[in-house]
C-alpha cells in the first residue's frame, strides 16, 4: 500500500515456501500445510488482488548457485551444495543422536542457578516470546516466582500465555512511555528550581533522541538489578549493538544530571549513580543469554552474527535454541525428511562452533500457546517431542 501510494502500482506478489504434504496422516506435515494456506486465505485484500506466483517449498537448502537455479525450475534436487557432501552414511548415525538437549533440560539448569536474567533474543518471528514464555512457565514449575519482561507489544507475551499462573508477574518495557515518563521526572526534579528560560532550556535538552535511548537503559536497568534476587526472563532484549549504544547514554545521562543537579555546595547530587546494567549482563554468574534460532542457513548466518555482536559487548551467549526442528518432529513427510538434511547441517554447524550449549524445540503440530501447553513442553523429564 505504501509503495502504491508513492505510484509504484506494478506488482506482483511471490509467496516463497509454499507446502503440500504428501503424507494425509502425517500430522506434522499437514499443520505446516495447514499454516501456509490459512495465511493465505487471510491475507488482506491488497495482497490478495495482486497476480500471484507460488514457489513450493523445495526439499534442499535455497543457498548456492546449484540450489538457487533449482529452487524456479522443476522440482530436482541440485547437486549436493559444498557442506553437505559427504553426509550419506554418517546421516543415520547422527539422526539418533541430535546434538541438542529438550528444553525441559534448560530449565532444570537455570532453575538450579536460584535467580538470574534470562535473555532471550534471535533475528524476528524465530520464537523468542515463545522460548522465554516457556521458560519462565518452567522456572515456575519448578517453585520460583519469575518476571517476564517484553519490549514486544504487551499483547504477544499474553497472547502466547493465554492466561495466568502463580508466581509469573508479565512486564513490559514501552520505550514511548518510558520515555515521556522520564521527561516527566527530569523536569519535576531538576526543572523545578529553574526559571521558565532553563525549563524551556532542559526540555529543549531533553527532546533529543538520546532521551529515549536513556530512558530504556533505565527500564531496562531497572530489570536487570531484580534479577540479582530473582528470575527476570527478558523476551526480545537489546542487541550487543544497542547495549554499547545504551551504554553510551548512560556518560549522557550522568552529564545530564551533574549539569542540572548540584547541591548548594557544589557537590554532584547523590542517589543518582548511574550502575550500567552492562557490567551485570556480562556477568555470567547473574545473566544467561539464550539465542533462538531456526535450523536453516540464513537464520543461522545471523544468529552467529548476532553473537559476535554480543561477544564485542563482550557478553558471551550461554546456549543456542533450535527452533522448529523438523529432525526432532518425527514427521515421515518425504519432502520435510528431505529437508532433514539441510537441517542436520545446520545443526552441527551450531553445535560444532557456534554454540557452547544447544537446546532443540520440535515443529509442534500444534503452535505452543498456553501455559498448559508451554508448561508440557519444559516440564521436568519432558522429552521435548512431540
Ligand atoms: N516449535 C514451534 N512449533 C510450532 N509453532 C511454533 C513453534 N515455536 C513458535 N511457534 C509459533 O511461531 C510463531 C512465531 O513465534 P514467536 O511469536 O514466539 O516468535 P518471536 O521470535 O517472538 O517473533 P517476533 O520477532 O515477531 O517477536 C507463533 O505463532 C508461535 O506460536
Ligand atoms: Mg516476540
Given at each position: 500500500?505504501?509503495?502504491?501510494?508513492?505510484?509504484?502500482?506494478?506488482?506482483?506478489?511471490?509467496?516463497?515456501?509454499?507446502?503440500?504434504?504428501?503424507?494425509?496422516?502425517?500430522?506434522?506435515?499437514?499443520?505446516?500445510?495447514?499454516?501456509?494456506?490459512?495465511?493465505?486465505?487471510?491475507?488482506?485484500?491488497?495482497?490478495?488482488?495482486?497476480?500471484?506466483?507460488?514457489?513450493?517449498?523445495r526439499a534442499f537448502d535455497t543457498v548456492g548457485l546449484p540450489a538457487l537455479r533449482a529452487l524456479l525450475g522443476a522440482s530436482v534436487r541440485p547437486e549436493p551444495v559444498e557442506g553437505l557432501a559427504g553426509f550419506g552414511q554418517a546421516q543415520a548415525e547422527r539422526k539418533a543422536s541430535l546434538p541438542a538437549e529438550p528444553l525441559s533440560r534448560m530449565a532444570d539448569e537455570l532453575a538450579a542457578k536460584g535467580h538470574g536474567l534470562i535473555m532471550v533474543m534471535g533475528k524476528g518471528g524465530v520464537g523468542k516470546t515463545t522460548i522465554a514464555a516457556a521458560l519462565a512457565v518452567g522456572l515456575v514449575q519448578r517453585g520460583h516466582s519469575v518476571h517476564l519482561t517484553t519490549t514486544d507489544p504487551a499483547a504477544h507475551v499474553a497472547d502466547t500465555l493465554n492466561g495466568s499462573l502463580e508466581g509469573l508477574k508479565v512486564g513490559r518495557i514501552d520505550p514511548k512511555a518510558e520515555t515521556e515518563?522520564?521527561?516527566?521526572?527530569?523536569?519535576?526534579?531538576?526543572?523545578?528550581?529553574?526559571?521558565e528560560q532553563g525549563r524551556a532550556l532542559l526540555?529543549?535538552?531533553?527532546?533529543?533522541?538520546?532521551?529515549?535511548?536513556?530512558?530504556?537503559?533505565?527500564?531496562?536497568?531497572?530489570?536487570v538489578n531484580t534479577a540479582r534476587s530473582?528470575?527476570?526472563?527478558?523476551?526480545?532484549?537489546?542487541?550487543?549493538?544497542?547495549?554499547?549504544?545504551?551504554?553510551?547514554?548512560?556518560?549522557?545521562?550522568?552529564?545530564?544530571?551533574?549539569q542540572y543537579e548540584t547541591k548548594a555546595d557544589g557537590s554532584s547530587a547523590s542517589g543518582l549513580h548511574i550502575v550500567t546494567p552492562l557490567m551485570r549482563l556480562q556477568d555470567a554468574s547473574i545473566t544467561h543469554v539464550v539465542i533462538v534460532t531456526l535450523?536453516?542457513?540464513?537464520p543461522?548466518?545471523?544468529?552467529?552474527?548476532?553473537?559476535?555482536?554480543?561477544?564485542?559487548?563482550?557478553?558471551?551467549p550461554w546456549a543456542w535454541v533450535i527452533n522448529k526442528s523438523i529432525a526432532a518432529s518425527g514427521?515421515?513427510?518425504?519432502?520435510?525428511?528431505?529437508?532433514?538434511?539441510?537441517?542436520?547441517?545446520?545443526?552441527?554447524?551450531?553445535?560444532?562452533?557456534?554454540a557452547k550449549r544447544t537446546f532443540v524445540l520440535p515443529w509442534l503440530a500444534q503452535p505452543p500457546v498456553g501455559v498448559e501447553a508451554l508448561g508440557t513442553l519444559v516440564a521436568v523429564g519432558a522429552k521435548g517431542l512431540s
Open positions: 500500500e505504501e509503495l502504491r501510494s508513492l505510484g509504484l502500482a506494478n506488482q506482483r506478489l511471490a509467496i516463497n515456501g509454499v507446502f503440500h504434504a504428501s503424507d494425509p496422516n502425517d500430522p506434522i506435515a499437514q499443520a505446516i500445510e495447514a499454516l501456509g494456506r490459512e495465511a493465505m486465505a487471510t491475507m488482506p485484500d491488497t495482497l490478495a488482488q495482486l497476480p500471484r506466483d507460488e514457489v513450493p517449498l515518563a522520564y521527561i516527566a521526572k527530569i523536569m519535576a526534579s531538576k526543572g523545578k528550581d529553574l526559571d526540555l529543549e535538552d531533553l527532546q533529543s533522541p538520546c532521551t529515549e535511548e536513556v530512558a530504556v537503559f533505565h527500564a531496562f536497568s531497572r530489570v530473582a528470575f527476570v526472563v527478558l523476551d526480545t532484549a537489546p542487541t550487543g549493538h544497542s547495549l554499547l549504544l545504551m551504554d553510551a547514554t548512560g556518560a549522557y545521562h550522568r552529564q545530564m544530571t551533574q535450523p536453516e542457513t540464513t543461522v548466518t545471523q544468529a552467529a552474527a548476532l553473537q559476535d555482536d554480543l561477544r564485542r559487548a563482550h557478553i558471551e514427521t515421515s513427510d518425504p519432502l520435510l525428511r528431505a529437508r532433514l538434511e539441510g537441517e542436520r547441517t545446520q545443526t552441527q554447524r551450531i553445535a560444532d562452533g557456534l
